[in-house]
């Protein structure tokens, strides 16, 4: 099984970082549209890049080569 010290670390880590929600308002205005990718009866997606500080944990990337984080594209739709 896990040792005991690394569950106790991991878990300590994960209770400090989501005890208390980050809360992000996020606008249409937040994102960089880099292209369309399609649309639909309801609506359009297009793909995206959110461009505030900071970013929030779940729209980071980390670079492989050099460990910076970046903002990850992600497919935004925007409902008519």
């Known amino acids: 099984g896990i040792p005991s ?14 005890s208390t929600p980050a809360t992000f308002q996020i606008a249409y205005r937040d994102f960089q549209i880099i ?9 359009s997606v ?12 779940y729209l980071q990337r980390t670079n492989p ?8 594209r992600i497919a935004l739709k925007i409902i008519n």
């Open 65 to 72: 080569t050099d460990s910076t984080i970046t903002s990850a």
């Open 5 to 18: 010290e690394c569950y106790k670390q991991a878990r300590e880590e994960f209770d400090s970082r989501y």
């Open 46 to 57: 297009k793909e995206v890049k959110y461009i505030r500080d900071p970013i929030p944990d």
């Open 35 to 43: 292209r369309p990718l399609g649309r639909g009866a309801f609506g």
